[in-house]
């Protein structure tokens, strides 16, 4: 895969993704309270969407330096449906859209196991 495309690429998926992500971040934060510090329950909720949601990134980012081009391509795949599956979550907030993005969440961490068990030749 070239270096060029890869990157690029790579770096929407992981825009995209951090993007649909905020409006949830907002909501996680709006009943902060101001002195609250870094590690209180509402920041620490923050960081751990921010880690489930950069899962696929990150697969897609071993696929990439394994040259793995169909682990990037399922990858990219699964990152588009996380987007899509986040977008619709927050403009319904329906049953069917949460199952559907913890699907898509589970499939994510499934593929980044597999993309670091995979060997590199």
Do not use: C, H
Request: proline share 1%; charged share 10%; no cysteine.
């Amino acid at each position: 895969m070239n270096k060029v495309w890869f990157w690029i690429v790579w770096g929407l998926a992981f825009l995209v993704t951090n993007l649909s992500a905020l409006p949830i971040a907002a909501f996680i934060l709006y009943g902060a309270e101001a002195d609250a510090g870094i590690f209180s329950v509402s920041f620490m909720k923050l960081i751990g969407l921010f880690l489930l949601m950069n899962l696929i990134t990150l697969q897609m980012f071993v696929a990439g330096r394994k040259k793995d081009k169909t682990g990037f391509m399922v990858g990219l795949t699964v990152a588009f449906l996380q987007a899509a599956s986040l977008i619709v979550f927050m403009s319904t907030i329906s049953t069917a859209a949460v199952i559907i993005a913890m699907i898509v969440f589970v499939a994510a961490a499934v593929l980044l196991v597999m993309e670091i068990r995979r060997r590199a030749y």
